[in-house]
């Protein structure tokens, strides 16, 4: 999940264990709460081999745990989180692998996406101001340590002086769709989201489709924009949605993806790095799907 949906708790699932594969992880350079090298770190602990670092909107984070794998015989898959708008207003994520890092449009689309999340973080702070909650704007920043900001970093602030109880209120009361301190923010379509990816070299995949409404109509038309892969094995599915996706996958010929969506942040519920089970047979075909988009590109 991450920074733009609130989490719920919906039960553990059968699927919790240690993993070989992660494909879902969060470190500073989004709402993580640990670095690359310190993520890479915990993922070699908990014998992962193959690990997607996939920061929402931002490849920062790929570069330096590549590097510290080097000292691990962990696979790191350049991976990212983009937050796509849905006709009507919701919002999906859509996960890449296997990404070109040096892409130019990517890195380009990026850097605009990113300064959306700044100047609407920056508009929340502005609205708690007006509603009697100064915060920091320079201290909300901090919180995001140079990675992407995210509304757990301004509920972090309003924790931090007290206006809240918890992150959850913040997002009840304040900040959360509708609330009077919420600002929307710039998104590509799912189908541009699927189509930066694939000209990145990069696979799409629907992240934690559960959080949406009637997914199985949602993935049928995301595959029709050219959707490789669903998150088919995350931290607390009920094992009957777990069923459901792995059955949906099959009959779609997509990808069945899977990961921890590890923060590091107690209060999001998080699953463990490596914690969820995900076949290694999933990595196999992802990247030999990147390689056809390479081809296609080259
Ligand atoms: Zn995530
Ligand atoms: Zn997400």
Known sequence: MDNDIPKRHVGDSPSLGSSKVDLHTHTTHSDGAYSPTA??????AAGVKHLAVTDHDNLGGVAE???AA???TIEIIPGI??????PGGSEVH???YYLDVDNQELQAELVRLREGREGRGYGMVQKLIALGMPISWERVLELSAGGSVGRPHVAQAMLERGYIQSSAEAFDKYIGDGGPAYVDRAKLSPAESVA???RAGGVASFAHPIYTT???TVLRDLVALGLDGV???YGHYPEADRQTLLTLADQLGIIPTGGSDYHGRPTMNDTPVGGVYVPVESVARLRAKAETYRKRIA
């Open 39 to 44: 993520l890479v770190a915990m993922a070699a």
């Open 65 to 67: 745990a590549t590097l």
């Open 70 to 72: 080097a000292q691990h």
């Open 81 to 86: 989180e983009m937050s796509a708008d849905m």
């Open 94 to 96: 859509i996960l890449g």
């Open 196 to 198: 930066l990816i694939h």
């Open 214 to 216: 009637d997914y199985p």
């Open 231 to 233: 998150e088919s094995y």
